[in-house]
């Protein structure tokens, strides 16, 4: 029965008929507060939400006011780890909520993250490890964000360490997984090469261009990716919803760079 209750959420977050995924994650206020675009999380949702993305994430507490009563449905993904830019291991990610818990708050499917390298890596591979077997028992997806972080980092987006950190979140057990993109379809190969699970980019840091932001969407699809999970780059830019759907037309519809443009004009 798990097995079944796996695969219809996941429909929930992933399109059944291209198998790839345009997440928003709304995360970021337990982080870095209440920035820019997620200060009114019924706009911020209903924004993408109607733009066509398929799921957001967010933590436990903004369910209620993010989750509309009205309006294009969305995927709900209950984020379950955090920690704060104001702590002096803003990188430790701790559990916050449970698998259960997020399955009582009406989760379509559960999240965590993970930063490998990190001097508390030890500490969070096994909070993976007990959250990949309570998704399991429950029959709930989990996507699993994992990024290399730590001393003998020296450059997180290298491919090397990015093939890795998709390769745990893989091995651990995630349906998805979330890394940086590496800069080339040719270097992001590897990464889509060695992960069996859907891997999902992450949108990284506030980007000055739309065209760099949809070139590197494009490029990781190129590359065998399945999608994306980008926040600041959607809910902070000027149009939201134009901005959905510029993404989801290159990820569900294999637009090019120039046509997904178009969209946003």
């Known amino acids: 029965m798990t097995i079944i209750g796996k695969q219809?959420?996941?429909?929930?977050?992933?399109?059944?008929?291209?198998?790839r995924t345009v997440?928003?994650?709304?995360?970021h206020g337990i982080?870095?507060?209440?920035?820019?675009?997620?200060?009114?999380?019924k706009q911020a949702v209903n924004n993408v939400a109607e733009g066509g993305a398929n799921a957001i994430v967010e933590h436990k507490g903004l369910v209620g006011s993010g989750h509309r009563r009205q309006g294009r449905d969305i995927g709900l993904i209950v984020h379950l780890s955090g920690s704060?830019?104001?702590s002096p291991y803003p990188h430790a990610k701790t559990l916050v909520c449970s698998v259960e818990e997020a399955l009582k708050l009406g989760a379509d499917a559960v999240s965590i993250h993970i930063n490998i390298?990190?001097?508390?890596?030890?500490?969070?591979?096994?909070?993976?490890?007990?959250?990949?077997?309570?998704?399991?028992?429950?029959?709930?997806?989990?996507?699993a964000m994992v990024y290399p972080r730590?001393?003998?980092?020296?450059d997180e987006y290298d491919v090397r360490f990015v093939k890795h950190a998709a390769r745990v979140g893989y091995e651990m057990g995630a349906d998805i997984v979330k890394v940086s993109y590496t800069g080339s379809v040719e270097s992001f190969k590897e990464v889509t090469s060695g992960c069996p699970a859907p891997v999902v980019i992450a949108g990284g840091a506030?980007?000055?261009?739309?065209?760099?932001?949809?070139?590197?969407?494009?490029?990781?699809?190129?590359?065998g990716g399945s999608g994306v999970s980008i926040g600041r780059n959607v809910f902070q830019h000027k149009n939201p919803t134009k901005m959905v759907q510029?993404?989801?037309?290159?990820?569900?519809?294999d637009v090019d760079v120039e046509g997904a443009l178009n969209l946003l004009q």
């Not at 390298?117 to 309570?134: H, I």
């Not at 506030?206 to 590359?223: F, Q």
């Not at 510029?246 to 519809?253: G, N, Q």
């Open 246 to 253: 510029a993404i989801s037309a290159i990820v569900h519809d």
């Open 31 to 41: 982080s870095v507060g209440p920035i820019e675009g997620v200060i009114d999380m």
């Open 23 to 27: 997440i928003v994650p709304m995360d």
């Open 8 to 19: 219809i959420r996941i429909e929930r977050i992933i399109n059944r008929n291209t198998g």
């Open 117 to 143: 390298g990190d001097g508390d890596e030890k500490m969070m591979l096994n909070d993976f490890g007990k959250v990949s077997y309570d998704a399991r028992t429950w029959g709930i997806p989990l996507l």
């Open 150 to 154: 730590g001393e003998k980092i020296k």
């Open 84 to 86: 704060t830019n104001l």
């Open 206 to 223: 506030k980007m000055n261009s739309d065209r760099d932001i949809l070139e590197m969407v494009k490029g990781s699809i190129e590359a």
